[in-house]
């Protein structure tokens, strides 16, 4: 199972959590610069896992100046992966901010 998240740095880092592989573009810092402090990976769904299924889910997120994601809009994405997406996101925490910050993030799941 692994999942890749594409920010808007464009860069790649790999990291591996128990048996769920994440690719994540936003490294340690997210969009505009701002540090991302915390970034729980979503669940792979077990409906998807025992049927094999692979998809993406995009959103647009945006950040609070307090780094909490104050809202998240799903622009397009595989109805199976969608809340396990939006459930992390919520956990989500970037650096505090002056201003709020909005970024288009993709998430793919692959068995």
Known sequence: M????????????????????????????????????ERPVPIYPQLARRSGLSGTVKVQIVIAPDGHIKDIQVVGG???????TIEALKKWKYAPSNNETTATLEFNFHP
């Open 2 to 37: 692994k999942g890749t998240i594409y920010g808007s740095t464009g860069r790649s880092k790999t990291l591996c959590l128990l048996t769920l592989c994440v690719v994540a573009a936003v490294g340690a810092y997210g969009p505009e610069g701002r540090k991302l402090l």
């Open 78 to 84: 595989h109805p199976l992966f969608i809340d396990a």
